[in-house]
Nanobody
Framework: QVQLVESGGGLVQFGGSLRLSCAAS????????MGWFRQAPGKNREFVAA????????NYASSVKGRFTISRDNAKNTLYLQMNSLLPEDTAVYYC????????????WGQGTQVTVSS
């Protein structure tokens, strides 16, 4: 089992920055990938960014590429999402996720943290 707890959300102005954190516990070393997703009001949950837990591979949604950076600190079992040049359309609940062991399917989710960008 993997437990995920997000933090770092809040209210920020257009063009501002926030850094989200996701503290992971449990058998995280069995999850090949960890990522961030978001869900805006009235919309489906969408992929934001992902990183391999062992390697250095990263992947981003086109809407955030160049503005967001995903990283992780294995020693602290923590996943990060640095968000710069924030736009009102980035407003959403952001979720941390980990894949099932040996799979690319995300099966473990945090409770989410709200990010609101004011225009």
């Amino acid at each position: 089992q993997v437990q995920l707890v997000e933090s770092g959300g809040g209210l920020v102005q257009f063009g501002g920055s926030l850094r989200l954190s996701c503290a992971a516990s449990g058998r995280t070393f069995n999850s090949p990938s960890m990522g961030w997703f978001r869900q805006a009001p009235g919309k489906n949950r969408e992929f934001v960014a992902a990183i391999t837990w062992i390697g250095e591979g990263t992947n981003y949604a086109s809407s955030v590429k160049g503005r967001f950076t995903i990283s992780r600190d294995n020693a602290k079992n923590t996943l990060y999402l640095q968000m710069n040049s924030l736009l009102p359309e980035d407003t959403a609940v952001y979720y941390c996720a980990a894949s099932f062991p040996g799979s690319t399917t995300y099966g473990y989710w945090g409770q989410g943290t709200q990010v609101t960008v004011s225009s």
